[in-house]
């Protein structure tokens, strides 16, 4: 690593010539425990420089790194460190007890003493500054000399996805070959737009995939990357001020929550410095974006792609004010394409799910589930269980995942177009529309509304707004009201857990009651 980014946490900043020396005392203890070119490492702490030390450390080795999602419990971390085979897991000292007791005899273990700030974010209890049985990472990387030498190219981190169709999938990679890396620095140029002397803000949880490679650039390219434990829409403002911060990554969520706050408290922070934010992880509505560029000016970028394909389509602000709703063009070495159900192409406008390439990426599989990645492979493209379509100018608009489509008597209907209607609606801070069996129609449509926080709302009174602006069948039969709705790090809801219920709710309903039963 020839060039190192200054890390700037809450309680520390790490100058980029100590940075690499941490990231070769890492390298040197991770070797010195087994790891080597294509092993795992597995890494479960939250926003912490050490998260980015140990992830670097595995790449000088040409290992992968495979961050896990500190939101999982007991069961879904055993499944994905059994599925990964690591060979080491570095853990935050508060997390600890989640998965070490199931693992103490097959794996090694580095405790990682979570910093004062993350605990304070999450309201760790304190614990003694030890780890008694396993390597202690103060004391680990203190007594190494530094790892000077390149394994060769290194890997990208095994991301796990989140599962929501079953257990998570291990999307890995294949290092970069040679040939590629000049098509991969093109594009990653144009997506990411980070650059020698930029200065990035890092608030999403670095488990995701796209937090994760654009820190990862940040480190090895801008001149520094501050990093957050969460996102508080107040401090993202501060640091963005404090720090003089030109380059942002950022989640449709996020956005809400800023604009939420009152404008004399928006007013208050000078974010001139901005030149770069960049949102993806999920659809944002349309005057939700409109309001981003409407307050920071043309800064607002988006990309489109998954943690499979990498990004396939960049967006910016002008592009989107003349295309609104759109999710942008092919990015620089990509392409894309649209499929009917019967794998025919279609043509401009055709509605249909959305296939692409990235070809400045190396192939990937899921690890062990080589099956599951070849079916999804069409021709050149690969699909992306996302349907949209094709305007004339070869802008994207996406209509919803493929999954959520709701059918209802025989016709297609997209929650994502409902709830962009919602966030127009005053007093309306998210919502989540989704479908649910119906004996008659075969499905029915629900939506769930949150709130704001001062605000009143009435299903009548959303039925009523949805009925003025769009047509019937479009209207969820069933509306109800939710204070909070439940949500990954991320921002994502997790519509999973709130259809469940729903159905859950109605069984209960259809029930017969003790009393009638004979």
């Known amino acids: 690593m020839t060039h190192a980014a200054t890390i700037i946490t809450i309680d520390e900043a790490i100058a980029g010539p100590a940075l690499r020396e941490r990231v070769g005392r890492v390298a040197a203890g991770l070797r010195g425990l087994g790891v080597g070119r294509g092993d795992c490492i597995c890494i479960l702490m939250r926003n912490d420089s050490a998260f980015l030390e140990a992830t670097l450390a595995a790449q000088q080795l040409g290992a992968y790194a495979v961050p896990l999602n500190w939101h999982f419990r007991r069961d879904e971390l055993l499944y994905v460190i059994g599925d990964c085979h690591p060979k080491v897991l570095l853990v935050h000292d508060d997390l600890l007890g989640e998965v070490v007791t199931d693992l103490a005899a097959t794996l090694k273990v580095v405790v990682v003493p979570a910093p004062p700030a993350l605990r304070r974010a999450f309201r760790s209890p304190p614990l003694p500054a030890t780890a008694?049985?396993?390597?202690?990472w103060p004391d680990w990387i203190g007594a190494l000399e530094p790892l000077r030498e390149e394994a060769g190219p290194a890997p990208d981190s095994v991301i796990y996805t989140s599962g929501t169709t079953g257990n998570p999938k291990g999307?890995?990679?294949?290092?970069?070959?040679?040939?590629?890396?000049?098509?991969?620095?093109?594009?990653?140029?144009?997506?990411?737009?980070i650059g020698p002397g930029d200065r990035v803000l890092m608030t999403a949880p670095l488990y995701h995939a796209a937090p994760n490679f654009f820190s990862l650039r940040a480190v090895r390219l801008a001149e520094r990357l501050v990093?957050?434990?969460?996102?508080?829409?107040?401090?993202?403002?501060?640091?963005?001020?404090?720090?003089?911060?030109?380059?942002?990554?950022?989640?449709?969520?996020?956005?809400?929550?800023?604009l939420a706050l009152p404008a004399q408290m928006r007013d208050r922070h000078d974010l001139s410095s901005l030149r770069f934010v960049l949102h993806a992880g999920g659809p944002c509505a349309p005057a939700?974006?409109?309001a981003m560029i409407d307050w920071l000016g043309p800064v607002i970028n988006e990309y489109y792609g998954s943690t499979e394909h990498g990004p396939l389509t960049f967006c910016t602000s002008a592009e989107w004010l003349a295309h609104p709703g759109t999710v942008g063009r092919a990015a620089p070495d990509c392409m894309l394409a649209i499929e009917d159900d019967e794998g025919n192409r279609l043509p401009t406008g055709g509605i249909g799910e959305?296939?692409?390439?990235?070809?400045a990426h190396s192939d990937f599989t899921y690890s062990g589930r080589q099956a599951e990645r070849d079916a999804l492979q069409r021709g050149d493209l690969i699909l992306t269980g996302d349907v949209g379509y094709l305007d004339?100018?070869?802008?994207?608009?996406?209509?919803?995942?493929?999954?959520?489509m709701v059918i209802s008597g025989g016709v297609n209907i997209y929650p994502a177009e409902i709830e962009g209607v919602l966030a127009e609606m005053p007093g309306v801070a998210d919502s989540a529309v989704f479908g649910l069996p119906d004996d008659l129609y075969g499905e029915?449509?629900?939506?769930?509304?949150?709130?704001?926080?001062?605000?009143?709302?009435?299903?009548?009174?959303?039925?009523q707004f949805l009925a003025a602006r769009l047509a019937a069948y479009k209207v969820p039969a069933l509306i109800e009201i939710h204070e909070h709705l439940p949500r990954e790090e991320s921002g994502k809801i997790r519509k999973r857990l709130l259809r469940d219920s729903a159905l859950k709710a109605r069984q209960r309903e259809r029930e017969p009651s003790p009393r009638s039963v004979r």
């Open 354 to 359: 959305v296939l692409g390439r990235n070809m």
């Open 132 to 136: 008694t049985g396993h390597e202690f």
């Open 227 to 258: 990093l957050l434990p969460r996102f508080e829409a107040e401090e993202f403002l501060a640091a963005i001020e404090r720090h003089g911060i030109t380059h942002v990554y950022a989640v449709p969520t996020m956005f809400v929550k800023l």
């Open 288 to 290: 939700v974006k409109q």
């Open 444 to 463: 029915t449509l629900m939506a769930i509304v949150q709130p704001r926080a001062d605000a009143q709302l009435e299903p009548g009174a959303i039925r």
């Open 392 to 404: 004339a100018d070869g802008f994207l608009y996406l209509c919803d995942r493929k999954r959520d």
């Open 171 to 193: 999307v890995r990679r294949r290092p970069l070959a040679p040939e590629l890396a000049q098509a991969a620095a093109r594009m990653r140029a144009a997506v990411y737009g």
